[in-house]
């Protein structure tokens, strides 16, 4: 295998949902406020002046950094990526590798978009979009083509509460 091959990562961008959009900026808006408002009282207490207000406005700040730290990472950073070697799922800073080669089968479910990764008797769900979800399975064909594929799709439901 040549260097080119050997290094290159396929990244499958997660989609977030509209609610956890919402929530993440609401999060971001509160800590700016929290540290607005730290900030604000600090000055009109005339600054940290007691040991109370030394741990005290230090940490709300801290707090709201680190939820803001959070945050952003989780919508700058979340994706699956398939190399030569691991499927590796990321969302912000919790990194997962799953080595390639104890893969051993992928369903794709066309109704609801999810494809089930099985490690033997363990397995991974994986809710993607429609329009990735082979491109993706396919990354991972092509680093381990000892992977079984298959996909799924409903029964045709009756119409009209007819029963067949």
Known sequence: MDKNTQHQTESFRYKLTPTLLLLCALVIVLCLAGI??????????????????????PFLIAVCVFCITIVVALLIKSEYAVTSEYLITQFGFIKTKYPLKDITAIEHDRDTHKLTVKFGEQFCVISCLSEWADDFARAILKANPNVEYSYTLTENKPQNGEDN
């Open 36 to 57: 607005a408002i730290t900030i604000y009282r600090m000055i009109l207490n005339g600054g940290v002046l007691s040991p109370s207000d030394f741990l005290k406005y």
